[in-house]
């Protein structure tokens, strides 16, 4: 067939086709081109760039201000003379430069003539050499003769020559200089000057090269910018901390700095302009401070506590995700998977951002209220992160309250913090029937809140799954039944003893109630410290002057307020609060309520105090009687329920009995009430988990009944049961805050998304909501309803969110040893951690000072506003050391008796406006002045105020931070103060001290056994040091806890713990030192007893005069164990400089005459007078051995000499 | 946060608002500041040229009878007077004081040192007020005088004070005295005391042993006056009042005092006693003092002012 010029298809057509699909194609191109090159990433960095440029030429200019212009344009003044100088001598430099030309060449010649002439004398020498081990002496020496010393000759005078030539070219190199002007010179000092600035120069001109500058921009142009762009991912690998994807544990690839790039850098706060830079470039919080580390040279310098290379957590080995959470990988904002931190933000990141939440990502990022969360990912002891402190907040919370009682947090296997230790919250009930009524249990069961607005014990009735109508006699029901079971299987505490019949005065029994004072139990309950834990309405803050209001509220230990209606009679509840108040531990054998080692009397009027006054429900509990027509059928109905699945148990035989379902009905009727309330009772206390925080007979084997919450951090929302929780929500109105029944908006949306964080909230806020419409029994069978009860903050947000941030750090991620800090913690840095959680358990911040107020003086405030009195200040402190500096003492201190205080304060350098921090105790206050007592050294315009001193301040001026700890303390001493006028400090001689120093002060073994045992140290004190009753069960050893507190206080202060070596001790140091002072013991012995230490103290046969009422110090037999030698010395010198309030003098004085009995080797030597005292106390045993063999020798010496008459002498 | 100021907060706060009250006066801080003698030598003249002109009739103009009420004495405007003046009067007790409360019964054995300390009765010395109801151990003091008086600070300044332990009492209880004054501490007892002072800037706790003295030397004034205790014998205190300045008095036991070569003119004065504390506003009540003459001011201390002693 011939060809045709037909085409199959019509070309017109195709080439409209094709022309369209080319014009697409390009713009599909163009499209996408334009699409990559204007990522959301990609244009974030060049508005990045764009502001690194605009600071970098602030800071150019900055550093071009910083630089002494004057110097710098004398300096160019200099080099342009020079140049000048140069120009004019011209002639001769080059004249100059000619001669040197050839003195050079002349120079290298010889130079290398010189080399080779001294090679080849080496050469020559070996020759020789050689010939004497051939033995041809006679050849060697006329070797020597000929060739050897002619070489000789001539390299000296090559040398010669060429030292002239040297010296030549050194002066002809020096004219030149000189005719220039000496410019090389000039030109280093100027760049000296421009160092800095260069350097910013340097750095911009590179930036400008790869990110901002006209060839950055070409390199950045689409599709040009697929080669080599000027925008680049920035990805952090991290193999180690790998993220679980599904059975896989894969690295970690962290690309968040792709979009913020300022976040290691400091200062990209604010913009060139001094406008706040968006959140996205800004710096991370604490990159430069916050932590610390040792530095080449060995010392401690700050570092940043995070992102810093030489901190604690580097950006290039932690990468951002493991703390933050969120797609590492994303590097879009939405894929990145943030979440905000409010309603609003969600709302402005839609906005600009287009965001919306993943719900496909595991672990969302954390919002910013959450964010302490990741902490007890490594940080598994949890109080080593004090700076966190919201999630200390809720790890408190979570040991106060109790949640371990029903979920496991840690324990075999798991990883993360470690809870299992926790003891019981709730009190033992095998007892109960001795203690309270029977009536008020079961109102108390039925809503504790109703009788103690702020107590640990939750609601378990009441709540929204079982509030309704309907469900009453079910509740009612359960709450007399666990109440029968209860009473039913109580046991009288073996060792409670009755009260004395009336009169009787056995003080080794409680006297009977008719014969206690209970206005002297008010005083007592005061006095005792009871409030250091305990609060009550008799006691009502505002009782208490305003700054220690805050301490009237503890609640450590139960508010004690309605005590008295908690009782069945008046006779029984005294019975058992005397004995309770006496010997707790006979009650609960490890109870949180320590032994206070009160006398059966003073226990027996708090006892009749706490009694006399009239208790009440705050709010009345609404509870049928238990044969009423509204209780009986919810017993018959759980009765049968529980029968019908489970068969029958005998509560007298214990024996179980399957029941066929059609005989269940008249089985049930059949029985008689208590028998039904005791069966039910078991079933209700199993379902309900009351074990878990209560010492509960029959349940001794049953295990904790809630959800193990290790790894609930990254629970996958689809494995949290929602319910009909937004239905829930719709139901309730809505407040105008737009919460729905206590739930704000943020948290609704959480749960409409179904997230983690919302289930949460929702499951601490209305814990049953989740049953919302399956609370019919069809649904739901009653005893599968949701357990978990609500607790008294379920309606405080703050609290909720602080027990939150504690959970949601539970991942229980394996994270590689190498991240944990515990694997670098030194054995101080645990104890101090593990021991603030003994503190905490035990309360001991109630009654002694952790830290003493810290007032402040912020960085660039003016010095003399805030120290009204700075000078006098300097002046009393510095003529104080006349009477008290010992340079063995202070050496650090600056003191010289000749120089007047007049003189050192002229001298002293101008404030550098650093903050100040002053720790120290109000002493007097006189309008806005007050004056405050150091209790650490402070430094301030160079000289150094020691503990003791006295610092001026004004109140308006400074910032104050509480002590820390010392609850009772400040309230009974403030209070006293208050009501008599007397000096504040005054009192603390009678209060629990202060534990500041404790570690440096104590020896380690002795505080681990004081604590088992606490012995009466200061006869004067208002109360005694009570006995805890350690250890969470007695075969997990007690003495764990005692020595954690021990350790801890050691290595706090930075001591050995814990065992301590006292040298002072050995015979070798002993000997030494009575070598140097014969009888040096013998010396320090009767400095003590001829001198004051025996009008106070008890020391050998020794007794200080006086009554029972009067003051006086410690027995000295126990200062050998007690105290560390070097604590003790300066104690003995200067006992106000360590204890600025206490009432021991200073007893060596460093000048003036000497004090009665010191012994003649010793006058003047008041360092050596505190040393031989001091080991005479650390030798005791070895000194009284050494009196009673002298007083045997020679009869009447040692007897002191102070105290006249009768009452002076020992006995 | 919590702020933990110590006592006198209400005192405090009384003495600011007077102080703002004062302030709000407008010439109050000028006039105080003007009426200040430049010129020492101008001064001393003026003193001693001045004698002794006896004005009661202006003294009694000057002065309110009694503890005069805040108000009424600040809105008074201050008065600016050159010369000096002498500023007397008495410290009365209004209602009953509690019979003082015996510290040591005499002979007691129980009594710490007993030999020495109960020898005789020791009796509280915290509010002693005579049959005609003046209290002793008063201290009136100037807080802060616009003007001194060389002849007077030199009088004051030159004295050896002596504070003694005698018989388990501290002798003075109640000193006064001006800074740079050499305070010998002595013990007339044969056992040891300690002097444990808690005097704002002149704080220090020494042993003193039996028969043994030290010497101190204040340099530095005090706002109000301390405790000085010994422990040793804990009912033992006394008070101490240290001033750059002679203008204080401490009350005889009929409850006079008097305070010579005062600044004329408008002047803060101020009554502590140990149990009461501020008997006025701590920062002192304005008195006119009359140049060249006696002033009188009496003051009273209500039995509601008084502070428990427990």
Same mark, same amino acid.
């Given at each position: 067939?011939?060809?045709?010029?037909?085409? %199959?298809?019509?070309?017109?057509?195709?080439?409209?086709?094709?022309?369209?699909?080319?014009?697409?194609?390009?713009?599909?191109?163009?499209?996408?081109?334009?699409?990559?090159?204007?990522?959301?990433?990609?244009?974030?960095?060049?508005?990045?760039?764009?502001?690194?440029?605009?600071?970098?030429?602030?800071?150019?200019?900055?550093?071009?201000?910083?630089? =002494?212009?004057?110097?710098?344009?004398?300096?160019?003044?200099?080099?342009?003379?020079?140049?000048?100088?140069?120009?004019?001598?011209?002639?001769?430099?080059?004249?100059?430069?000619?001669?040197?030309?050839?003195?050079?060449?002349?120079?290298?010649?010889?130079?290398?003539? #010189?080399?080779?002439?001294?090679?080849?004398?080496?050469?020559?020498?070996?020759?020789?050499?050689?010939?004497?081990?051939?033995?041809?002496?006679?050849?060697?020496?006329?070797?020597?003769?000929?060739?050897?010393?002619?070489?000789?000759?001539?390299?000296?005078?090559?040398?010669?020559?060429?030292?002239?030539?040297?010296?030549?070219?050194?002066?002809?190199?020096?004219?030149?200089?000189?005719?220039?002007?000496?410019?090389?010179?000039?030109?280093?000092?100027?760049?000296?000057?421009?160092?800095?600035?260069?350097?910013?120069?340097?750095?911009?001109?590179?930036?400008?090269?790869?990110?901002?500058?006209?060839?950055?921009?070409?390199?950045?142009?689409?599709?040009?910018?697929?080669?080599?762009?000027?925008?680049?991912?920035?990805?952090?690998?991290?193999?180690?901390?790998?993220?679980?994807?599904?059975?896989?544990?894969?690295?970690?690839?962290?690309?968040?700095?792709?979009?913020?790039?300022?976040?290691?850098?400091?200062?990209?706060?604010?913009?060139?302009?001094?406008?706040?830079?968006?959140?996205?470039?800004?710096?991370?919080?604490?990159?430069?401070?916050?932590?610390?580390?040792?530095?080449?040279?060995?010392?401690?310098?700050?570092?940043?506590?995070?992102?810093?290379?030489?901190?604690?957590?580097?950006?290039?080995?932690?990468?951002?995700?493991?703390?933050?959470?969120?797609?590492?990988?994303?590097?879009?904002?939405?894929?990145?998977?943030?979440?905000?931190? #409010?309603?609003?933000?969600?709302?402005?990141?839609?906005?600009?951002?287009?965001?919306?939440?993943?719900?496909?990502?595991?672990?969302?990022?954390?919002?910013?209220?959450?964010?302490?969360?990741?902490?007890?990912?490594?940080?598994?002891?949890?109080?080593?992160?004090?700076?966190?402190?919201?999630?200390?907040?809720?790890?408190?919370?979570?040991?106060?309250?109790?949640?371990?009682?029903?979920?496991?947090?840690?324990?075999?296997?798991?990883?993360?913090?470690?809870? #299992?230790?926790?003891?019981?919250?709730?009190? =033992?009930?095998?007892?109960?029937?001795?203690?309270?009524?029977?009536?008020?249990?079961?109102?108390?069961?039925?809503?504790?809140?109703?009788?103690?607005?702020?107590?640990?014990?939750?609601?378990?009735?009441?709540?929204?799954?079982?509030?309704?109508?309907?469900?009453?006699?079910?509740?009612?029901?359960?709450?007399?039944?666990?109440?029968?079971?209860?009473?039913?299987?109580?046991?009288?505490?073996?060792?409670?003893?009755?009260?004395?019949?009336?009169?009787?005065?056995?003080?080794?029994?409680?006297?009977?109630?008719?014969?206690?004072?209970?206005?002297?139990?008010?005083?007592?309950?005061?006095?005792?410290?009871?409030?250091?834990?305990?609060?009550?309405?008799?006691?009502?803050?505002?009782?208490?002057?305003?700054?220690?209001?805050?301490?009237?509220?503890?609640?450590?230990?139960?508010?004690?307020?309605?005590?008295?209606?908690?009782?069945?009679?008046?006779?029984?509840?005294?019975?058992?609060?005397?004995?309770?108040?006496?010997?707790?531990?006979?009650?609960?054998?490890?109870?949180?309520?320590?032994?206070?080692?009160?006398?059966?009397?003073?226990?027996?009027?708090?006892?009749?105090?706490?009694?006399?006054?009239?208790?009440?429900?705050?709010?009345?509990?609404?509870?049928?009687?238990?044969?009423?027509?509204?209780?009986?059928?919810?017993?018959?109905?759980?009765?049968?329920?529980?029968?019908?699945?489970?068969?029958?148990?005998?509560?007298?035989?214990?024996?179980?009995?399957?029941?066929?379902?059609?005989?269940?009905?008249?089985?049930?009727?059949?029985?008689?009430?208590?028998?039904?309330?005791?069966?039910?009772?078991?079933?209700?206390?199993?379902?309900?988990?009351?074990?878990?925080?209560?010492?509960?007979?029959?349940?001794?084997?049953?295990?904790?009944?809630?959800?193990?919450?290790?790894?609930?951090?990254?629970?996958?929302?689809?494995?949290?049961?929602?319910?009909?929780?937004?239905?829930?929500?719709?139901?309730?109105?809505?407040?105008?805050?737009?919460?729905?029944?206590?739930?704000?908006?943020?948290?609704?949306?959480?749960?409409?998304?179904?997230?983690?964080?919302?289930?949460?909230?929702?499951?601490?806020?209305?814990?049953?909501?989740?049953?919302?419409?399956?609370?019919?029994?069809?649904?739901?069978?009653?005893?599968?309803?949701?357990?978990?009860?609500?607790?008294?903050?379920?309606?405080?947000?703050?609290?909720?969110?602080?027990?939150?941030?504690?959970?949601?750090?539970?991942?229980?991620?394996?994270?590689?040893?190498?991240?944990?800090?515990?694997?670098?913690?030194?054995?101080?840095?645990?104890?101090?951690?593990?021991?603030?959680?003994?503190?905490?358990?035990?309360?001991?911040?109630?009654?002694?000072?952790?830290?003493?107020?810290?007032?402040?003086?912020?960085?660039?405030?003016?010095?003399?506003?805030?120290?009204?009195?700075?000078?006098?200040?300097?002046?009393?402190?510095?003529?104080?050391?006349?009477?008290?500096?010992?340079?063995?003492?202070?050496?650090?201190?600056?003191?010289?008796?000749?120089?007047?205080?007049?003189?050192?304060?002229?001298?002293?350098?101008?404030?550098?406006?650093?903050?100040?921090?002053?720790?120290?105790?109000?002493?007097?206050?006189?309008?806005?002045?007050?004056?405050?007592?150091?209790?650490?050294?402070?430094?301030?315009?160079?000289?150094?105020?020691?503990?003791?001193?006295?610092?001026?301040?004004?109140?308006?001026?400074?910032?104050?931070?509480?002590?820390?700890?010392?609850?009772?303390?400040?309230?009974?001493?403030?209070?006293?103060?208050?009501?008599?006028?007397?000096?504040?400090?005054?009192?603390?001689?009678?209060?629990?001290?202060?534990?500041?120093?404790?570690?440096?002060?104590?020896?380690?073994?002795?505080?681990?056994?004081?604590?088992?045992?606490?012995?009466?140290?200061?006869?004067?004190?208002?109360?005694?040091?009570?006995?805890?009753?350690?250890?969470?069960?007695?075969?997990?050893?007690?003495?764990?806890?005692?020595?954690?507190?021990?350790?801890?206080?050691?290595?706090?202060?930075?001591?050995?713990?814990?065992?301590?070596?006292?040298?002072?001790?050995?015979?070798?140091?002993?000997?030494?030192?009575?070598?140097?002072?014969?009888? %040096?013991?013998?010396?320090?012995?009767?400095?003590?007893?001829?001198?004051?230490?025996?009008?106070?103290?008890?020391?050998?046969?020794?007794?200080?005069?006086?009554?029972?009422?009067?003051? =006086?110090?410690?027995?000295?037999?126990?200062?050998?164990?007690?105290?560390?030698?070097?604590?003790?010395?300066?104690?003995?010198?200067?006992?106000?400089?360590?204890?600025?309030? #206490?009432?021991?003098?200073?007893?060596?004085?460093?000048?003036?005459?000497?004090?009665?009995?010191?012994?003649?080797?010793?006058?003047?030597?008041?360092?050596?007078?505190?040393?031989?005292?001091?080991?005479?106390?650390?030798?005791?045993?070895?000194?009284?051995?050494?009196?009673?063999?002298?007083?045997?020798?020679?009869?009447?010496?040692?007897?002191?000499?102070?105290?006249?008459?009768?009452?002076?002498?020992?006995? | 946060?919590?702020?933990?100021?110590?006592?006198?907060?209400?005192?405090?706060?009384?003495?600011?608002?007077?102080?703002?009250?004062?302030?709000?006066?407008?010439?109050?801080?000028?006039?105080?500041?003007?009426?200040?003698?430049?010129?020492?030598?101008?001064?001393?003249?003026?003193?001693?040229?001045?004698?002794?002109?006896?004005?009661?009739?202006?003294?009694?103009?000057?002065?309110?009878?009694?503890?005069?009420?805040?108000?009424?004495?600040?809105?008074?405007?201050?008065?600016?007077?050159?010369?000096?003046?002498?500023?007397?009067?008495?410290?009365?007790?209004?209602?009953?004081?509690?019979?003082?409360?015996?510290?040591?019964?005499?002979?007691?054995?129980?009594?710490?040192?007993?030999?020495?300390?109960?020898?005789?009765?020791?009796?509280?010395?915290?509010?002693?007020?005579?049959?005609?109801?003046?209290?002793?151990?008063?201290?009136?003091?100037?807080?802060?005088?616009?003007?001194?008086?060389?002849?007077?600070?030199?009088?004051?300044?030159?004295?050896?004070?002596?504070?003694?332990?005698?018989?388990?009492?501290?002798?003075?209880?109640?000193?006064?005295?001006?800074?740079?004054?050499?305070?010998?501490?002595?013990?007339?007892?044969?056992?040891?005391?300690?002097?444990?002072?808690?005097?704002?800037?002149?704080?220090?706790?020494?042993?003193?042993?039996?028969?043994?003295?030290?010497?101190?030397?204040?340099?530095?004034?005090?706002?109000?006056?301390?405790?000085?205790?010994?422990?040793?014998?804990?009912?033992?205190?006394?008070?101490?009042?240290?001033?750059?300045?002679?203008?204080?008095?401490?009350?005889?036991?009929?409850?006079?005092?008097?305070?010579?070569?005062?600044?004329?003119?408008?002047?803060?004065?101020?009554?502590?006693?140990?149990?009461?504390?501020?008997?006025?506003?701590?920062?002192?009540?304005?008195?006119?003092?009359?140049?060249?003459?006696?002033?009188?001011?009496?003051?009273?201390?209500?039995?509601?002012?008084?502070?428990?002693?427990?």
């Amino acid at each position: 067939m011939p060809a045709r010029e037909e085409t %199959y298809r019509n070309q017109t057509l195709l080439h409209v086709v094709f022309a369209i699909s080319s014009i697409a194609m390009a713009v599909t191109i163009v499209w996408m081109i334009m699409a990559d090159h204007l990522r959301p990433w990609k244009e974030t960095q060049r508005t990045f760039h764009y502001i690194e440029d605009g600071k970098l030429r602030v800071e150019e200019q900055k550093r071009k201000d910083e630089i =002494n212009q004057q110097q710098l344009a004398d300096v160019q003044a200099k080099i342009d003379a020079a140049d000048k100088t140069a120009e004019d001598n011209t002639k001769e430099i080059n004249k100059i430069r000619g001669e040197l030309k050839k003195i050079v060449g002349r120079y290298e010649q010889l130079d290398t003539e #010189t080399r080779f002439l001294k090679a080849e004398l080496d050469s020559q020498r070996s020759e020789y050499d050689l010939k004497i081990d051939l033995n041809q002496n006679r050849e060697a020496q006329r070797y020597v003769a000929d060739v050897i010393v002619p070489s000789e000759k001539k390299l000296n005078g090559l040398r010669i020559e060429f030292e002239g030539i040297k010296k030549q070219r050194t002066d002809a190199e020096k004219r030149v200089e000189t005719l220039e002007g000496n410019v090389d010179v000039l030109k280093k000092e100027r760049d000296k000057l421009t160092l800095d600035m260069n350097r910013v120069s340097r750095l911009l001109t590179q930036k400008e090269q790869q990110y901002f500058g006209p060839p950055a921009f070409l390199r950045g142009l689409p599709l040009i910018d697929a080669a080599a762009p000027p925008t680049k991912i920035m990805q952090i690998s991290l193999p180690e901390l790998t993220i679980n994807y599904n059975f896989k544990d894969v690295p970690r690839y962290d690309r968040c700095q792709t979009c913020h790039l300022g976040i290691d850098r400091a200062n990209y706060d604010k913009d060139a302009e001094g406008k706040d830079l968006p959140n996205v470039f800004k710096s991370h919080p604490h990159l430069t401070e916050g932590a610390s580390t040792t530095d080449p040279s060995g010392k401690r310098v700050t570092a940043g506590l995070y992102l810093d290379g030489n901190g604690p957590h580097k950006i290039n080995s932690f990468g951002c995700t493991i703390c933050h959470g969120g797609n590492g990988s994303g590097t879009d904002f939405s894929y990145s998977s943030h979440e905000p931190n #409010t309603l609003h933000q969600a709302e402005e990141w839609k906005d600009e951002h287009k965001w919306a939440e993943m719900h496909h990502w595991d672990e969302p990022m954390l919002p910013k209220r959450f964010m302490e969360s990741s902490c007890i990912k490594c940080h598994h002891q949890v109080t080593d992160v004090p700076q966190a402190q919201k999630l200390q907040a809720g790890y408190e919370r979570i040991v106060k309250y109790g949640c371990t009682g029903c979920h496991t947090i840690g324990g075999e296997g798991s990883f993360g913090p470690d809870l #299992t230790e926790e003891r019981q919250v709730g009190p =033992n009930l095998r007892h109960i029937a001795s203690k309270v009524s029977k009536e008020w249990t079961a109102k108390w069961i039925k809503n504790p809140h109703a009788f103690r607005p702020d107590t640990r014990m939750p609601r378990f009735y009441g709540v929204t799954n079982n509030a309704g109508k309907k469900d009453q006699p079910k509740s009612d029901a359960e709450v007399y039944a666990m109440t029968h079971y209860l009473f039913a299987k109580s046991v009288p505490p073996a060792d409670f003893v009755d009260p004395q019949a009336k009169g009787g005065t056995n003080a080794n029994l409680p006297p009977a109630q008719a014969s206690t004072d209970a206005a002297k139990g008010k005083d007592l309950f005061f006095q005792k410290g009871c409030m250091a834990c305990h609060s009550h309405k008799d006691f009502p803050p505002s009782s208490f002057p305003s700054s220690v209001q805050e301490y009237a509220k503890a609640n450590h230990g139960p508010n004690l307020s309605e005590m008295a209606l908690k009782f069945q009679s008046n006779a029984q509840g005294y019975k058992w609060l005397v004995n309770w108040i006496k010997q707790p531990e006979k009650y609960h054998a490890k109870t949180l309520m320590p032994n206070l080692q009160l006398s059966w009397g003073d226990a027996a009027d708090i006892a009749s105090w706490v009694l006399s006054v009239k208790g009440e429900w705050p709010k009345k509990v609404e509870l049928p009687d238990v044969d009423s027509a509204e209780v009986q059928p919810g017993i018959n109905e759980l009765v049968k329920l529980f029968v019908t699945k489970g068969g029958w148990k005998d509560p007298a035989s214990g024996k179980t009995q399957s029941v066929s379902l059609s005989e269940v009905d008249g089985f049930v009727e059949s029985l008689k009430t208590d028998d039904k309330l005791m069966y039910l009772g078991e079933k209700t206390i199993g379902r309900l988990g009351c074990f878990g925080c209560h010492n509960i007979a029959g349940f001794e084997t049953y295990k904790p009944i809630g959800t193990a919450l290790n790894g609930w951090g990254i629970k996958s929302p689809a494995k949290l049961d929602f319910g009909h929780i937004t239905e829930y929500l719709q139901a309730q109105t809505i407040a105008e805050d737009g919460s729905r029944d206590g739930t704000d908006p943020f948290f609704q949306e959480k749960l409409a998304h179904h997230t983690r964080t919302g289930f949460l909230y929702e499951k601490l806020h209305r814990p049953r909501s989740y049953d919302y419409k399956k609370n019919d029994d069809d649904l739901k069978s009653w005893d599968d309803r949701l357990r978990m009860p609500q607790f008294v903050w379920a309606d405080d947000p703050k609290a909720v969110e602080e027990v939150m941030t504690f959970i949601l750090g539970l991942t229980g991620e394996k994270i590689s040893s190498k991240y944990l800090p515990s694997t670098k913690y030194t054995p101080a840095q645990k104890a101090v951690a593990e021991g603030a959680k003994i503190l905490n358990r035990y309360n001991c911040t109630g009654c002694h000072v952790l830290s003493m107020p810290k007032y402040t003086v912020a960085a660039g405030a003016k010095l003399e506003e805030s120290l009204t009195d700075f000078e006098t200040n300097v002046r009393v402190a510095y003529n104080n050391r006349n009477n008290d500096f010992l340079k063995e003492l202070y050496p650090k201190l600056k003191f010289d008796p000749k120089a007047s205080a007049d003189e050192l304060i002229k001298g002293l350098p101008a404030h550098d406006g650093k903050p100040v921090v002053i720790e120290a105790m109000p002493a007097q206050a006189l309008e806005d002045e007050l004056s405050v007592q150091l209790w650490q050294p402070v430094t301030i315009r160079g000289f150094t105020f020691n503990v003791g001193d006295t610092l001026t301040l004004s109140k308006s001026k400074v910032g104050l931070t509480p002590a820390d700890g010392g609850n009772f303390a400040w309230l009974f001493a403030t209070t006293q103060a208050e009501k008599t006028g007397t000096d504040f400090p005054t009192f603390w001689n009678r209060l629990p001290p202060p534990l500041l120093r404790e570690g440096a002060k104590v020896q380690t073994p002795w505080l681990t056994s004081f604590l088992k045992d606490p012995y009466m140290i200061r006869p004067a004190a208002n109360l005694r040091m009570p006995r805890f009753h350690y250890g969470k069960d007695d075969v997990k050893t007690p003495a764990l806890e005692t020595e954690g507190i021990a350790n801890y206080f050691a290595a706090v202060d930075g001591k050995e713990f814990p065992y301590q070596q006292i040298p002072e001790r050995e015979q070798s140091y002993l000997a030494n030192a009575e070598a140097k002072h014969p009888e %040096y013991l013998a010396g320090g012995w009767q400095l003590m007893t001829k001198g004051a230490c025996v009008q106070c103290h008890k020391i050998g046969q020794f007794n200080p005069t006086g009554g029972p009422q009067v003051v =006086n110090g410690p027995d000295l037999r126990q200062v050998s164990t007690r105290f560390r030698p070097e604590y003790l010395a300066e104690w003995l010198a200067r006992p106000n400089r360590l204890l600025p309030y #206490t009432a021991m003098p200073q007893n060596i004085p460093p000048v003036g005459p000497p004090a009665p009995g010191v012994p003649k080797s010793m006058e003047g030597q008041p360092w050596i007078q505190v040393k031989a005292v001091r080991d005479t106390l650390l030798n005791y045993v070895n000194a009284v051995e050494g009196q009673l063999a002298g007083v045997a020798g020679k009869p009447g010496e040692t007897k002191p000499v102070a105290p006249k008459g009768a009452g002076g002498g020992g006995q | 946060m919590l702020s933990r100021w110590t006592r006198q907060g209400i005192l405090t706060l009384g003495g600011m608002a007077i102080l703002a009250v004062a302030g709000c006066g407008g010439k109050g801080t000028e006039a105080d500041q003007a009426v200040t003698v430049a010129d020492p030598t101008v001064a001393a003249s003026g003193g001693s040229g001045g004698s002794k002109a006896s004005a009661p009739a202006e003294g009694s103009k000057s002065a309110a009878p009694t503890t005069a009420a805040p108000a009424e004495s600040t809105t008074a405007a201050p008065v600016t007077a050159s010369g000096w003046g002498t500023l007397k009067g008495r410290v009365v007790f209004d209602g009953d004081a509690a019979a003082p409360k015996i510290l040591v019964a005499k002979g007691d054995p129980n009594a710490k040192d007993s030999a020495v300390c109960a020898t005789n009765e020791i009796k509280s010395e915290r509010l002693i007020v005579d049959a005609s109801k003046g209290v002793k151990n008063v201290i009136v003091y100037l807080p802060k005088p616009t003007a001194v008086n060389p002849e007077a600070k030199s009088a004051k300044a030159s004295a050896t004070v002596l504070f003694d332990q005698k018989k388990c009492i501290f002798e003075p209880h109640v000193l006064a005295l001006m800074t740079n004054t050499k305070v010998e501490l002595k013990s007339s007892d044969s056992v040891s005391h300690n002097v444990n002072s808690k005097v704002q800037n002149n704080a220090f706790n020494d042993a003193i042993a039996p028969l043994g003295t030290a010497v101190k030397n204040p340099v530095a004034p005090a706002r109000q006056p301390g405790q000085v205790t010994c422990d040793i014998h804990p009912w033992m205190t006394a008070y101490w009042l240290v001033l750059d300045h002679p203008y204080f008095a401490v009350t005889d036991d009929k409850g006079n005092f008097e305070i010579k070569n005062v600044p004329a003119g408008t002047q803060k004065v101020t009554v502590w006693q140990e149990a009461t504390l501020f008997v006025t506003p701590a920062a002192g009540q304005d008195v006119n003092i009359a140049p060249n003459g006696e002033t009188t001011q009496d003051f009273t201390i209500k039995a509601a002012q008084v502070k428990s002693e427990q």
